[in-house]
C-alpha cells in the first residue's frame, strides 16, 4: 500500500508561481511512475504531468509545456510540480498519483494509488 500527500497548494495571483509536493509513503518509492493530474469544478479530472521511475522521462500536458515542471527526489520520496506563468483557468484541485512502472504514465486509468488533492487558486 502506497500512500500519497499532497501539499502546497493555495491562492496566488495570475502570473504567480506556486511548487505542489506529493510526498510517498513506503521504501520502493524510486520503483513507482509518478503523475499529476487536476479536476477543476465541474469538470472531469484531467491529466498534467508525468515523470518515469528515476526522473530521466518526463511528459506534459500540452497546455502545461513551458510552464509545469515535474521534477522527483527519490532520496526523499517526493515528486515535485513547479507552476509558473499561472493562469486562472490552472484552478483546480491538484492529485498526485503512482503505478509500480518504469515507464512514463499519462493514463489516469493506470494509476493505482491517489492523493487527497491540493487545492489551487489562481486570482484575476
Known amino acids: 500500500q502506497v500512500q500519497l500527500v499532497e501539499s502546497g497548494g493555495g491562492l496566488v495571483q495570475a502570473g504567480g508561481s506556486l511548487r505542489l509536493s506529493c510526498a510517498a509513503s513506503?521504501?520502493?518509492?524510486?520503483?513507482?511512475?509518478m503523475g499529476w493530474f487536476r479536476q477543476a469544478p465541474g469538470k472531469e479530472r484531467e491529466f498534467v504531468a508525468a515523470?518515469?521511475?528515476?526522473?530521466?522521462?518526463?511528459y506534459y500536458a500540452e497546455s502545461m509545456k513551458g510552464r509545469f515542471t515535474i521534477s522527483r527526489d527519490n532520496a526523499k520520496n517526493t515528486v515535485y510540480l513547479q507552476m509558473n506563468s499561472l493562469k486562472p483557468e490552472d484552478t483546480a484541485v491538484y492529485y498526485c498519483a503512482s503505478k509500480l512502472s518504469i515507464l512514463v504514465i499519462t493514463s489516469e486509468r493506470e494509476y493505482d494509488y491517489w492523493g487527497q488533492g491540493t487545492q489551487v487558486t489562481v486570482s484575476t
Open positions: 515523470i518515469n521511475y528515476n526522473g530521466g522521462g518526463t
Open positions: 513506503g521504501r520502493t518509492f524510486s520503483f513507482y511512475a
